[in-house]
């Protein structure tokens, strides 16, 4: 948290910090009399450092009031940090649907079936019901064609890419914590140099110089603070 007076302030202060370590912003509420407090989330170091930066960035505004940081904090307190979130909308009501009147379904036409049927008529359809009941006609049966079998070749297992990443530990205001190789400092983020130099206090550089400082300016001075420590 850093509280200052002014939104100009905050801006600026918000600013460095995000570019200095990897901490999110998560709100910026504005108080009576222009106060403005910047809260940051993140890592406990990279809060730190980003804190740090921020502070350093208004030196010549003249606006800082306090600055804080709280490791762990308790989700009680959280709920007094976050933003408040934005009420819902009222839902629409749903618009009623349109009724479609159906067609009413046609009346089926009535046939007349005879009264009675003369005896000619049933003599000469007696014959053909009987042939016709007594030789149906076969329907031939279509074979049945059986389909081959294909069996699917399996799919090749590509072999597993393992990739071994070994995690950077944080810096902090221990000294076993810091890296005192030339080659490993060079590869390093100048965000994590920055972090470094500010953790291990440099007395060649101000806080404003680390913040603007590029890589080999950074590396040159933690080498001559390592330097300096080793002969003392």
Request: overall charge negative; hydrophobic content about 35%; some cysteine.
């Amino acid at each position: 948290m850093i509280e200052v007076r002014g939104f100009l302030g905050a801006v600026v202060a918000a600013d460095a910090a995000l570019k200095a370590a990897n901490v999110q912003l998560s709100d910026m509420p504005i108080t009576r009399g222009g106060l403005v407090t910047v809260l940051l989330t993140g890592d406990v170091a990279a809060v730190n450092a980003s804190v740090d930066a921020g502070v350093a960035s208004i030196e010549d505004f003249n606006c800082l009031i306090s600055q804080h940081v709280i490791a762990r904090m308790d989700n009680q307190t959280a709920v007094m940090a976050r933003p408040p979130l934005p009420d819902d909308p009222d839902p629409k009501p749903e618009a009623p649907k349109p009724v479609v009147d159906q067609p009413a379904p046609l009346a089926e036409p009535q046939i007349d079936e005879p009264s009675s049927v003369t005896d000619s008529d049933a003599q000469a359809d007696a014959p053909k019901t009987e042939n016709a009941s007594a030789q149906p006609e076969a329907v031939p049966e279509k074979p049945q064609v059986s389909k081959p079998t294909v069996s699917a070749k399996p799919e090749a297992k590509q072999p597993a890419t393992q990739t071994s990443s070994t995690p950077q530990k944080p810096i902090t205001g221990d000294e076993k914590t810091w890296v005192t190789d030339k080659q490993e400092l060079e590869k390093m983020r100048v965000v994590d140099l920055r972090r470094q130099a500010y953790r291990m206090n440099i007395k060649t550089l101000t806080k404003k110089q680390i913040k603007m400082g590029n890589k080999k300016t950074l590396v040159q001075a933690i080498l001559d603070d390592l330097q300096r420590r080793d002969n003392t």
